[in-house]
């Protein structure tokens, strides 16, 4: 389908979401899911059309779809895993996790695998650290992982026997798809990530609270 096809299917369905709220642009999310519901991705076509039909610059639009990992910039595979590497994550081993998925799948943060299947994000946290270690596949959670989970996830998503459906591919994706907004090389292995790991590691004593106000108030 055409973009223009796709605005004309779309149109409605945004005219009811955009009449649900006071505010118009309260929208946007959920007009954005739908755009990358059918595309696999949030184009720029779909960017600028969710900015006219809101009244919003298309900056404003850009600036939530590069700011949520929900939202995929560019084309990118059938599926998305998306290991959190926040901070309890990490204490319960996601360091691990996310270098076993780089070795198996022979990719780096924001990369896709040859034959489209994979893309690769390390992602801030997805607000489920009591089941750490987490992440995402195409937005849907998957908790508690170990090694031998990610094998059956890897060896079932290949099978097409997995539970969470494919995304749509209306693009085939590059080989990276890392944007003007990225650091080439980031995610976890990245320099920065690394000296907090091994400060983490070496020295837990670096890790000093601070007394707050409240605090403070509260001890008088
Ligand atoms: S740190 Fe991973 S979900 Fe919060």
Same mark, same amino acid.
């Given at each position: 389908m055409n973009f223009a096809a796709l605005v004309v299917k779309l149109k409605a369905e945004a005219d009811a979401l955009i009449a649900q709220y006071p505010e118009s642009r309260s929208a946007l999310l959920p007009i954005l899911h739908r755009f990358q519901q059918e595309q696999g991705y949030v184009s720029p076509e779909a960017i600028l059309q969710t900015a006219e039909w809101l009244k919003i610059t298309p900056a404003t639009v850009e600036s939530t779809v590069t700011f949520y990992?929900?939202?995929?910039r560019r084309p990118v595979g059938k599926y998305m895993l998306q290991p959190c590497r926040g901070l309890s994550c990490i204490i319960n081993g996601a360091y691990d996790i996310m270098a076993y998925f780089r070795e198996k799948l022979c990719l780096e943060h924001l990369q896709t695998s040859a034959d489209g299947l994979f893309s690769y994000e390390e992602v801030e946290c997805l607000a489920a650290c009591d089941r750490a270690p987490c992440m995402q596949v195409n937005l849907e959670f998957i908790y508690d992982l170990t090694k031998e989970n990610v094998d059956a996830m890897i060896e079932q998503i290949r099978a097409g026997s997995f539970e969470v459906k494919p995304l749509t591919q209306t693009k085939a994706p590059d080989a #990276?798809?890392?944007?003007?907004h990225d650091v080439p090389g980031s995610g976890v292995g990245d320099a920065s990530g690394e000296r907090m790991l091994r400060r983490l590691e070496e020295d #837990?004593?670096?890790i000093k609270a601070h007394p707050t106000s409240e605090r403070l108030l509260a001890d008088v």
């Open positions: 990992s929900l939202f995929y #990276s798809w890392v944007g003007k #837990s004593s670096s």
